[in-house]
């Protein structure tokens, strides 16, 4: 069973994530979406629109949590779904909005961040959850986080791990439109239209412009090893193991800091 629609609007290309539940980013779900994005780049499209069903309470729950690794490997390696369609939407060469409705969650914060615009419902929040479920973040999705949101939100929303508000992620930037349910769709049209009358070629160099120069943030092999060292510490601990273990029996974890 398919668990995206995907819809062609003359140059305007639509993924609708619809996975049974709460969209949680299946390595199944991730495939899809690729594979609509490879489809669309190869139809020439000027503009992709990446959202859930309307009406959704939760637009994605992040990282399939049962696909997260237990048994001592990294949970996010270069090669996981997570990072390997977070790359994909980044080198997409047409603009991809993010159209969010609902509450958005850990890995598919990092998702919607990496798309080039986000336009959400005035109700809609995003919560990057790793210190909830002792997930080590990497470092290439940690950067992904920053290129967008201030430096004291992006803190306060990786140290509490609490749902921030539409309102707030649009003072700090995050957003770019922030608009009532009723009129997201009319609105995120709008804007793909606007974006379907410039220039392709342009706005493809343009956007891998604003990619490499985002991304350009050297760090010493050294420096890559220490932080992998200590990513390591936190994968092996037993605080992961009980935040993925406490998610799934459905209870509050108790991390003890070893
Ligand atoms: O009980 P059933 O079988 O119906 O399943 C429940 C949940 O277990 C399931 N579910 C998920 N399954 C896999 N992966 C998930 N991420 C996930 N989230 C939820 O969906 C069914 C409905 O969930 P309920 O909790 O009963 O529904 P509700 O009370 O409406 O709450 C929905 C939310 C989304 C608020 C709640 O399920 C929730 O807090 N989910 C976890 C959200 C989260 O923290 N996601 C982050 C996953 N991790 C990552 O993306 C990163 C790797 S990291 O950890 O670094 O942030």
């Not at 503009?47 to 990282?63: D, E, P, Q």
Request: hydrophobic letters at 45%.
């Amino acid at each position: 069973m398919a668990v995206v629609i995907t819809e062609v609007n003359g140059s305007i290309g639509t993924i609708t994530l619809d996975r049974p539940k709460v969209n949680a980013l299946s390595s199944e779900l991730i495939e899809e979406i690729i594979a609509a994005l490879t489809m669309m780049k190869e139809q020439n499209l000027r503009v992709v629109i990446l959202r859930a069903k309307k009406g959704v309470k939760v637009f994605s729950a992040g990282h399939e949590i049962s696909e997260l690794p237990t048994n001592g490997r990294d949970p996010l390696t270069y090669n996981d779904p997570l990072r390997h369609l977070v790359r994909t939407v980044q080198l997409h060469p047409c603009p991809v909005i993010a159209m969010i409705e609902g509450t958005v969650w850990g890995g598919a914060c990092e998702l919607v961040m990496s798309c080039d615009l986000i336009v959400a419902a005035d109700d809609s929040t995003l919560a990057i959850t790793p210190a909830k479920l002792g997930v080590p973040y990497n470092l290439s999705g940690i950067l992904n986080m920053m290129k967008v949101a201030d430096m004291p939100v992006i803190k306060e929303m990786l140290f509490t791990a609490r749902p921030i508000s539409a309102r707030r992620l649009m003072e700090s930037g995050v957003f770019n439109h922030v608009v009532p349910r009723e009129h997201l769709e009319g609105f995120t049209h709008e804007l793909a239209m606007q974006i379907v009358e410039t220039s392709p070629l342009v706005l493809r160099i343009l956007k891998e412009e604003l990619r490499v120069l985002a991304s350009a943030h050297p760090i010493t092999p050294e420096a890559y090893e220490r932080i992998q060292s200590l990513r390591r510490e936190v994968y092996d601990s037993e605080d992961y193991q009980e935040g993925i273990h406490a998610f799934i029996e459905k209870r509050r974890p108790e991390f003890h800091g070893r």
